[in-house]
T-cell receptor, first 115, second 110 residues
């Protein structure tokens, strides 16, 4: 079955620790995205990648880092510099980032709680 | 960046009723997408719209791409309990920038 997987589903971290969230897709999509979701707000873009070995900052990139070494994988690291990291994190992918091919498909999400 | 204005924020309806929600923006979009999200899950794409004025259906769901390209509507007819969830609109512009509404939380009473 083709799709996007995120792991883990729930993640707990102590303040001051970095943590990496996994996102894998087998849809052969070029573009991948990371969003943050907070209660009562729309999704906010953290980072996106249009192609392997390339990525761009979204609206709220501060305190986060990403890599895109393989087409299938786009891990997100939440660093200790992120001031308010507790949130629901969603990964998505699309055929292309161009608007004509930008139907984004989402993973099941990772809920990160900082203790 | 500016998010989309989605309304209403929440709706409480009786099973069998029709539902209507909309999204507006001050900017023009080339694509409008509607997603549904169940609690603790990722959004699932319901309908994608690509042309101004386009009206598209997916079962009991109907969505329209506004003629001004600054708004979109989603209607659900004859609601059922499994329609419960949060519905998001998303708009995509020329600069590869996708924006999301804050969501409409739908509750359906049996």
């Amino acid at each position: 079955d083709g799709g996007i997987t995120q792991s883990p589903k729930y993640l707990f971290r102590k303040e001051g620790q970095n943590v990496t969230l996994s996102c894998e897709q087998n849809l052969n999509h070029d573009a991948m995205y990371w969003y943050r979701q907070d209660p009562g707000q729309g999704l906010r873009l953290i980072y996106y990648s249009q192609i392997v070995n390339d990525f761009q900052k979204g609206d709220i990139a501060e305190g986060y880092s990403v890599s895109r070494e393989k087409k299938e994988s786009f891990p997100l690291t939440v660093t200790s510099a992120q001031k308010n990291p507790t949130a629901f994190y969603l990964c998505a992918s699309s055929t292309s980032s161009h608007w004509e091919l930008n139907e984004q498909f989402f993973g099941p999400g990772t809920r990160l709680t900082v203790l | 960046g500016q998010q989309l204005n989605q309304s209403p924020q929440s709706m409480f309806i009786q099973e069998g009723e029709d539902v209507s929600m909309n999204c507006t923006s001050s900017s023009i979009f080339n694509t409008w997408l509607w997603y549904k999200q169940d609690p603790g899950e990722g959004p699932v794409l319901l309908i994608a719209l690509y042309k101004a004025g386009e009206l598209t259906s997916n079962g009991r769901l109907t969505a329209q791409f506004g003629i001004t390209r600054k708004d979109s509507f989603l209607n659900i007819s004859a609601s059922i309990p499994s329609d419960v969830g949060i519905y998001f609109c998303a708009g995509h512009s020329n600069n590869n920038d996708m924006r999301f509404g804050a969501g409409t939380r739908l509750t359906v009473k049996p």
